[in-house]
């Protein structure tokens, strides 16, 4: 079993840069794939990033490639996610999550089986 608790999240203007850290209790998490995912009022849960369990590959939707980087540190057992340029439509709850059973990069949130309970993130324009 693995506990996953998200923090750094808060209002900023559109431009700025927050950074979202997830920290892993329990099991490690330190051998699982993990995955940033966002869900906006109204709207679906949706991939956001993925880093493989050594951190040498990534991931990202389109919409924040260049913007957003995703590492981890698995001394720490502490997975984040720096974002740059933020803009109001990447106002949302910011969720990790780990994948358990994975040899290949997940975008699905079905594939997940540990979630952190989220960090609101809000850019205003």
């Known amino acids: 079993q693995v506990q996953l608790v998200e923090s750094g999240g808060g209002l900023v203007q559109t431009g700025g840069s927050l950074r979202l850290s997830c920290t892993a209790s329990g099991r490690s998490g330190s051998d699982y794939n993990m995955g940033w995912f966002r869900q906006a009022p109204g709207k679906e849960r949706e991939f956001v990033a993925v880093?493989?369990?050594?951190?040498?590959?990534?991931y990202y939707r389109d919409s924040v490639k260049g913007r957003f980087t995703v590492s981890r540190d698995n001394a720490k057992h502490t997975l984040y996610l720096q974002m740059n340029s933020l803009a109001p439509e990447d106002t949302a709850a910011y969720y990790c999550a780990a994948d358990r059973g994975a040899w290949a990069l997940s975008s699905s949130p079905g594939a997940y089986d540990y979630w952190g309970q989220g960090t609101q993130v809000s850019v205003s324009s």
């Open positions: 880093i493989d369990w050594r951190g040498d590959t990534t």
